[in-house]
């Protein structure tokens, strides 16, 4: 008897991430966000455009409208005041609704984006979701629902990965450009910049080549940082001013309260329960970032980096939000997570999905939620 020449089909987690499908949840989990944001609003009588304005969302609005003062010189430039160009332009005034919608529509950018890169395969692993539990992991972070409300997010998340896709398609001068312009976003956009130039000079062949690309990004990543000085100079007379308005932040003030950090031992630190989620949330992406480093070492510096910067505040309860744009770590888990048993896999699926619904309602009723 012949032996059998038929392949077995994939289970739907396993299937590749085709476009549709990227699209298609992206969709779904953006209207199940929606859906339970207007039934917050109707059940607590709250108006949906305050409902948008929680939290740093509300900070935002306020840079908008009014400017940068005192505190605010801690947010970065370039989503405020993009928002605030196309609510000049438009004649908005609700910017946090705006705000809303060009997220969304950053993040959609950046969904088709990620579908066009997948069709290739010779980029690093995680830099792309190969499976549909790859896309499904980063579409159902925790806090999640930043990509399609007044925040940075999206912004940052469409420009690190069009920096991080150059540098891995040896185009370090636009490698360069879409890192400097995180750099104006978020303080993770250094971040960026370093894992890109080392990303760019990995994919080139020849010690000159490599240096050339390290040095394109590094530079035009540089750019992006004096940039964001000259600014802060400019507006407020001081080029650290954003370091000025977190004085009053807690920190940790020596190495020894950094390691306490892992066993609660900074005094500003609790351990409620929503608190200890996080630190679990925060040691399991810290596995995965161990996991990553060893296969695509600038994609785990990129994350490291962005786990490990919380720790300098003697706590990790931004652990949501600062893990959320890190897209290549849950894309390299959640393809790790495909080749599972499949009840592990839907086990993993109903924890995700509760988790952010749970921090998508925590926000809409003023719970800390990031």
Partial sequence: ??????????????????????????????AAHLALWLWVSWSRGLAFTDLLNRWDSNHYSTIIRDGYSGTLWAFFPLYPMAVRAFASVLGVERVQVLGAVLSSAAFLGFAVLVARAREREDLPEGLVPRTRLGWLFFLLAPASYVFHSHHTESLFLLLSALALFSGASRRPGWAGVFAGLCVLTRNQGAFVVAATALLAASREEGGARRLRALLIVGALGALGALSFLAFEYLASGSPLAFLQAQSGWHRADSVAAVFKTFVFGNPWQSTRSPYLLRYAVFWLLLIGTFLLARRQPALGLYSGLSLGVMLLQGEVANVFRFGTVVFPLFFFLGDRCARRPVWFQGAVLVALFALNLATARGYAVGRWAY
């Fill in 1 to 30: 008897m012949r032996p059998s020449l038929e392949v077995a089909a994939p289970r739907a987690e396993e299937a590749p991430a085709s476009r549709a499908f990227l699209l298609w949840s992206t969709a779904g989990v953006f």
